[in-house]
């Protein structure tokens, strides 16, 4: 069984479009991260929440917006989406010991 | 914003030889400090966190940290052709900062 899943696994969409990404994890973290990974490149963090009530930005959150609906629970907005959203989005999940666990991915393309 | 350098790749190695990758970070602050491995199309997958000064061995892997120097680094001992991946450091201190990895190919 996944500790943390991912929904979609593959998304094509069109430039202008509104995009929800999902993830929701079992391993009961407080802490649940988004990431993006462009080829050739290293793990860019977008947004994290360390606990329901705490979101904060990462290093490239232009252009995204996030919701935390429950302590399992993470979804990634893209309100407008752009060509070069096109990536590999990772969500990930940790303690306070910062032991991080990846779901899955979602490869997002947008035309 | 915290800088973490990965030795450039990529790394061939034969089966059975040792792998070395390096890593250091610009912050003197961080606390923790993890190596994932990430297969192409893959998610990151944690094989080894350190916290402390020296070596930390869990079977054919050992990590190394000297926080003086800033600098964490980890082997691979008898490499196999399972070892080929994308290896990533992270660096943290309440968040995670990743290198951009070191891809490493065990050629049999």
């Known amino acids: 069984d996944a500790d943390v899943t991912q929904t979609p696994r593959n998304r094509i969409t069109k430039t202008g479009k509104r995009i929800m990404l999902e993830c929701s994890q079992t391993?009961?973290?407080?802490?649940m991260y988004w990431y993006r990974q462009d080829p050739g490149l290293g793990l860019q963090l977008i947004y994290y929440s360390f606990d329901v009530k705490d979101i904060n930005k990462g290093e490239i959150s232009d252009g995204y917006s996030v919701s935390r609906q429950a302590q399992a629970k993470f979804s990634l907005s893209l309100e407008s989406a752009i060509p070069n959203q096109t990536a590999l989005y990772f969500c990930?999940?940790?303690?306070?010991?910062?032991?991080?666990?990846f779901g899955p991915g979602t490869r997002l393309t947008v035309l | 914003q915290k800088e973490v350098e990965q030795n450039s790749g990529p790394l061939s190695v034969p089966e059975g030889a040792i792998a070395s990758l390096n890593c250091t970070y610009s912050d003197r602050v961080s606390q923790s400090f993890f190596w994932y491995r990430q297969y192409s199309g893959k998610s990151p997958e944690l094989i080894m966190s350190?916290?402390?000064?020296g070596d930390k061995e869990d079977g054919r892997f050992t990590a190394q940290l000297n926080k003086a120097s800033q600098y964490v680094s980890l082997l691979i001992r008898d490499s196999q052709p399972s070892d080929s991946a994308t290896y990533l450091c992270a660096v943290s201190d309440y968040k995670l900062s990743f290198g951009a990895g070191t891809t490493v190919t065990v050629r049999a």
């Open positions: 391993k009961g973290h407080d802490r």
């Open positions: 350190i916290y402390s000064n």
């Open positions: 990930a999940t940790s303690h306070r010991d910062n032991e991080q666990f």
